[in-house]
């Protein structure tokens, strides 16, 4: 059974930055295509970045291009989501999900990822 578990969140100043860590265990991490959504209180989950298991796609939504940056360590089985230039919009609940091993490329659905962290909380005052 696939496990995973997200860290880094808290409160930050508009302007600020945190860096989001995920980690994965009980599969074959490094052949999965991992992905962060975000869900704020009231809205919608909605999607935030996804990377292939290969690293080489790696897709933003178009509100965090530019200031978000996801990476992966297929030797930790780590996801890392570095979070600069935050916005109070990006208040949320962020939550990292992983594909099952096999599947190339990225994709932007949440019901193609069948295991979820609990999420870790992102607030940022403005």
């Known amino acids: 059974q696939v496990q995973v578990v997200e860290s880094g969140g808290g409160l930050v100043q508009a302007g600020g930055s945190l860096r989001l860590s995920c980690s994965a265990s009980?599969?074959?991490?490094?052949?999965?295509?991992m992905a962060w959504f975000r869900q704020a209180v009231g809205k919608e989950r909605e999607f935030v970045a996804a990377?292939?298991?290969?690293?080489?796609?790696?897709d933003y939504a178009d509100s965090v291009k530019g200031r978000f940056t996801l990476s992966r360590d297929n030797v930790k089985n780590e996801v890392y989501l570095q979070m600069n230039n935050l916005k109070a919009d990006d208040t949320a609940v962020y939550h990292c999900?992983?594909?099952?091993?096999?599947?190339?490329?990225?994709?932007?659905?949440?019901?193609?990822?069948?295991?979820w962290g609990q999420g870790t909380q992102v607030t940022v005052s403005s």
């Open positions: 999900a992983v594909r099952p091993p096999g599947y190339p490329g990225t994709s932007r659905r949440p019901h193609i990822y069948d295991a």
């Open positions: 009980g599969r074959a991490f490094s052949l999965s295509s």
């Open positions: 990377i292939s298991w290969s690293e080489s796609d790696i």
